[in-house]
């Protein structure tokens, strides 16, 4: 919420293996799992970089090593180039080559998270004004406002804007990989007074996600790249894809407003966007597919931010379904 290296924060899972079929487009194993830089020691590094060296200097650095990653990574390549064919309705020359940008985008939201994490400035990063009347209207009703986004942009950021901004944050994650890595990136949080809450597999955490938000709690959460089991299928970009159902489910056990939100990075710094919120009935939510639906529909209103800045749409392991990945219109790569 980081991610090829693996992003953390606001609940994500690993995406599922699949059996390798004879796919035209990877060449050698598809990743699925996040790589092995992604690990305490090399953020401990990031961080101390972020609180000595200027942003210029260090954007620079990991620009170069983002550009090393790219061309010696092929496999890694293949799987985030695969994410974006669909973005651009099967044109593979297209998604290369914003893969390629990607790849460096990433490296610069890697400088920003550091400087956070390390204690930098966040405002000024802002260059554009947030419309909170949306969020101000939707906790005023006192049922708990959930705040939700796809891995797109930089959403950590998001959080302490929300903070600054008078608004008190929980943040769902999952436990990091290595040791002390989580506690390193909730402490991190924490001095930004943003509260942290690990979710496991035993569901206990849910009840407590549901008082919260009944409290009149803001939580903010991921969905496009679930845990298996709480996943469901809906349509995106006109393919088969998997997002997570937490939302429509504590939307069901709370009643709270479900909010969609966006940090973009721009040419002069990010700019925050809060989405017009997602009405439902929450009865009707008793049904399996009234919150597939509702899922469906959160989803589709990221799709026009994610075509805009499809190389900020982060994933690094394969998230289509195999066979909607290697549909038959898909355009050859020039």
């Not at 650095?61 to 064919?85: G, P």
């Not at 496991?200 to 845990?227: T, Y």
């Amino acid at each position: 919420m980081s991610e090829a290296i693996k992003s953390g924060g606001w609940v994500e899972g690993t995406a599922r293996e699949k059996a390798p079929g004879p796919a035209p487009v990877f060449y050698g194993a598809r990743p699925s799992a996040p790589s092995a830089f992604y690990r305490p020691w090399l953020w401990r590094l990031g961080l101390a970089a972020g609180r000595v060296l200027p942003a210029a200097g260090l954007n620079a650095l990991c620009l170069v090593v983002a550009e090393a990653y790219y061309a010696l990574n092929s496999a890694r390549r293949a799987v985030v180039i695969q994410n974006l064919v669909p973005v651009f309705a099967g044109d593979r020359a297209r998604a290369a080559r914003a893969a390629h940008t990607l790849f460096r985008q990433f490296a610069l939201k890697m400088v920003d998270l550091w400087r956070f994490e390390s204690g930098r400035a966040v405002a000024p990063r802002f260059t554009a004004g947030v419309d909170w009347g949306i969020l101000r209207d939707a906790a005023q009703r006192g049922r708990g406002v959930l705040l939700v986004t796809p891995h797109l942009g930089n959403w950590e950021l998001g959080g302490a804007l929300l903070v600054e901004s008078g608004y008190p944050l929980l943040v769902l994650t999952q436990a990091e990989p290595g040791r002390g890595f989580t506690e390193m990136r909730q402490a991190a949080r924490g001095r930004r007074g943003i509260e942290t809450l690990v979710v496991g597999s035993d569901g206990f955490e849910f009840v407590e996600i549901i008082k919260r938000l009944q409290n009149g709690a803001i939580v903010a959460l991921l969905l496009d790249r679930p845990p298996a089991a709480k996943g469901v299928d809906i349509e995106l970009f006109g393919r088969p894809f998997r997002a997570s159902a937490a939302a429509a489910e504590l939307a069901r056990a709370s009643g709270c407003a479900v909010l969609g939100v966006t940090v973009l990075r721009k040419p002069n710094g990010y700019a925050a966007e809060i989405l017009p919120e997602f009405r439902y009935a929450r009865q009707a939510l008793g049904n399996r597919e009234a919150r597939r639906l509702l899922t469906q529909q959160i989803m589709r209103a990221f799709e026009a931010r994610i075509r805009e800045h499809p190389d900020q749409w982060f994933h690094f392991v394969p998230v289509w379904p195999e066979a909607g990945a290697l549909a038959p219109q898909e355009k050859p790569l020039a």
